[in-house]
C-alpha cells in the first residue's frame, strides 16, 4: 500500500503456532568448542582464577557449617623461579566420583538453592585453564587423599590422577595454579582486588611485607570498605565478590572513592554465566544507580555535619 509518497507494507496479524526451542548440536566438534568458550573464554583469566577457586573455598565452608574457619590462599616461589597460587577449604571435601562430576562436567552443582553461597552453574572451577594449560587440584574426602592433574587435551579437557593415598587431614581441596614469574605483580594485585571482601580468607604472600591478617573490613547497610583493596574506584561488593561498575552503560563519569556499594545476590541482578560482570538489565541499573545515589548522599551528609556553623548555608 502506498499512501502520499510514503510506502507501507502491509503486515499479517494471525495467531502464532507452536514454537520451537533453540538446542544444542550433540556433534562432537560443536561441544568440544561450547567447552572451550565456557572453560577459557575469559576477559581477565587470572582474577577469574583467584575469585573462582575462592568463591568454591568460601561455599564449601558455607556448606559445611564451617563459616567462621579461614580458607588459605597462598603465593610462593616454587623450584623453578615461577610461583604457586595455592587455595585451599577444609570444608566438603571431594571424592574421587565427586571430582568427576564436578570438575570434569559443566553444569553440574550441589549449590543451586543454598543461601548464601557464591556459585551455581558449575563452571567455575574450570577457570585456571583460560590462564594456563593445566593445574592441579588435591581431594580429601572421609580419610582418603587424591591428586588430580587437569589439562587441556586437543579437544576437551582432561584430568588424569597422580596419586591416591590414605591420609588423617581433614577434608577439604586444594587448587594449585603455576603462575609465570612476569605476572607475580598481576597476581599480588588480583588476590588483593578480589578477595578484600572475603573476611575468612587467609592470605599468604612471599615478597609482600603488608600484615593480611590485621587488615580490616568497614561496613555499613550501604557500603563496604576494605584496607586490602588496592584502587580508587568505586565498585560492587555483590555478596563479597567484588564487581567493577560499568560507568558507560550507566551513562555517568567513574567516581573515584575506594567503597564498594553493596548489593545482595538475591535473584534481581545476577553476574554473567562465567561471573566476571554483572548483568545490566534496566532493573540492574535503576537499582545501582538508585544505590549510587544513597552512597553519594551518605557522603555530602557526613560532610555537611563536619562543616562548622558558619558554612552552613541553611
Known amino acids: 500500500m502506498i499512501a502520499g509518497n510514503t510506502a507501507i507494507r502491509d503486515i499479517e496479524k494471525e495467531g502464532l503456532g507452536e514454537t520451537n526451542k533453540m538446542t544444542l548440536s550433540m556433534d562432537d566438534h560443536v561441544q568440544s568448542h561450547i567447552v572451550k568458550v565456557l572453560t577459557e573464554n575469559y576477559k581477565y583469566p587470572l582474577e577469574s582464577t583467584i575469585r573462582e577457586a575462592a568463591s568454591n573455598a568460601y561455599d564449601s565452608h558455607i556448606m559445611s557449617n564451617k563459616i567462621d574457619t579461614p ?3 597462598k603465593l610462593y616461589r616454587n623450584q623453578t623461579g615461577d610461583y604457586n597460587l595455592d ?5 566438603l571435601g571431594l571424592d574421587e566420583e565427586g571430582f568427576n562430576k564436578y570438575y570434569m562436567k559443566l553444569g553440574n ?4 538453592g ?5 556459585g551455581f552453574y558449575g563452571c567455575g572451577c574450570k577457570a585456571a585453564l583460560s590462564y594456563t594449560d593445566k593445574y592441579e587440584v588435591v581431594c580429601r574426602k572421609d580419610g582418603w587423599e587424591r591428586k588430580f592433574l587437569i589439562f587441556k587435551g586437543e579437544e576437551y ?9 590414605e591420609t588423617t587431614e581433614s577434608n577439604g581441596v586444594l ?8 605476572d607475580y605483580s598481576e597476581a599480588r594485585n588480583a588476590i588483593k582486588e578480589q578477595l578484600c571482601y572475603f573476611p575468612t580468607a587467609f592470605i599468604q604472600i612471599e615478597g609482600d611485607s603488608f600484615n593480611y591478617s590485621e587488615a580490616k573490613i568497614f561496613e555499613n547497610d550501604l557500603f563496604s570498605w576494605s584496607e586490602i583493596y588496592p584502587d580508587r574506584e568505586l565498585h560492587i561488593n555483590f555478596g563479597k565478590v567484588r564487581y567493577p561498575i560499568d560507568f558507560k552503560i550507566l551513562k555517568i563519569n567513574p567516581i573515584h572513592i575506594p567503597v564498594g556499594i553493596k548489593i545482595n545476590p538475591d535473584g534481581i541482578i545476577n553476574p554473567f554465566f562465567n561471573r566476571e560482570s554483572l548483568e545490566y538489565t534496566k532493573e540492574a541499573k535503576d537499582i545501582i544507580l538508585g544505590k549510587i545515589k544513597e552512597v553519594a548522599d551518605y557522603f555530602v551528609s557526613k ?12
Open 71 to 73: 580458607f588459605h590462599v
Open 175 to 182: 587448587v594449585r595454579t603455576v603462575i609465570g614469574r612476569w
Open 157 to 165: 579437557p582432561e584430568s588424569t590422577k597422580i596419586y591416591e593415598k
Open 303 to 314: 560532610y555537611n555535619e563536619q562543616l562548622p556553623d558558619e558554612y552552613d548555608l541553611l
Open 87 to 91: 587455595i585451599e577449604d577444609f570444608g
Open 114 to 118: 543454598v543461601a548464601g553461597v557464591l
Open 109 to 112: 552443582s550441589t549449590k543451586r
